[in-house]
T-cell receptor
Framework: KAGVTQTPRYLIKTRGQQVTLSCSPI?????VSWYQQTPGQGLQFLFE???????NKGNFPGRFSGRQFSNSRSEMNVSTLELGDSALYLC?????????????FGSGTRLTVV | SQQGEEDPQALSIQEGENATMNCSYK?????LQWYRQNSGRGLVHLIL?????REKHSGRLRVTLDTSKKSSSLLITASRAADTASYFC?????????????FGKGTKLTVNP
């Protein structure tokens, strides 16, 4: 079966712009989580969606938002980009909500803010 | 905030040798997971071990969990060059008991042919 698909793979944006990243989970998976990975902070949890509802949120400013559609596809949006938002953004899907089972990760979107 | 802390930060071994990576964490957990990441790509789930389990095997991987010491170890036996990657432990409890995967900073493993 197809894995978790993230688009685009690479993105270059200018400070102040906004960006939307997309994630298509494994077919049948209803939970989607987003993580930010940077060399300094490592992997940081952004949010989790399950059945179109945000179930959990990490400690990120309100510029970071997300949503999930009825087909479980998810998008995350970052507004007013800052240089520090440059990171690898990873999406993970799971059959059920929560962290009781392993996640399947996508290959990520590498965002560079200049 | 990091919950798990891997040790060592980097490990370099020869093909055929065993590699052991350790993870310590701070709060009580329901489960602990290990993931592998190849050079800037997505993470691959390796093993999940629940708090009532002490040891788990998957192929050449062996994971132990000691909840009294709040620590876990990942052993890769008979390593191969293809095992070169970063390995992360992740616990299922953030600060305040929030349910989310909290990753350590990882151990970078290099297996030399």
């Amino acid at each position: 079966k197809a894995g978790v698909t993230q688009t685009p793979r690479y993105l270059i944006k200018t400070r102040g712009q906004q960006v939307t990243l997309s994630c298509s989970p494994i077919s049948g998976h209803r939970s989607v989580s987003w993580y930010q990975q940077t060399p300094g902070q490592g992997l940081q949890f952004l949010f989790e969606y399950f059945s179109e509802t945000q179930r959990n949120k990490g400690n990120f400013p309100g510029r970071f938002s997300g949503r999930q559609f009825s087909n479980s596809r998810s998008e995350m949006n970052v507004s007013t980009l800052e240089l520090g938002d440059s990171a690898l953004y990873l999406c993970a899907s799971s059959l059920v909500a929560g962290v009781g089972y392993g996640y399947t990760f996508g290959s990520g979107t590498r965002l560079t803010v200049v | 905030s990091q919950q798990g802390e891997e040790d060592p930060q980097a490990l370099s071994i020869q093909e055929g040798e065993n590699a052991t990576m350790n993870c310590s964490y701070k709060t009580s957990i329901n489960n602990l997971q290990w993931y592998r990441q190849n050079s800037g790509r997505g993470l691959v789930h390796l093993i999940l071990i629940r708090s009532n389990e002490r040891e788990k095997h998957s192929g050449r991987l062996r994971v132990t969990l000691d909840t009294s010491k709040k620590s876990s170890s990942l052993l890769i036996t008979a390593s191969r060059a293809a095992d070169t990657a970063s390995y992360f432990c992740a616990t299922d409890k953030g600060q305040g008991g929030s349910e989310k995967l909290v990753f350590g900073k990882g151990t970078k493993l290099t297996v030399n042919p």
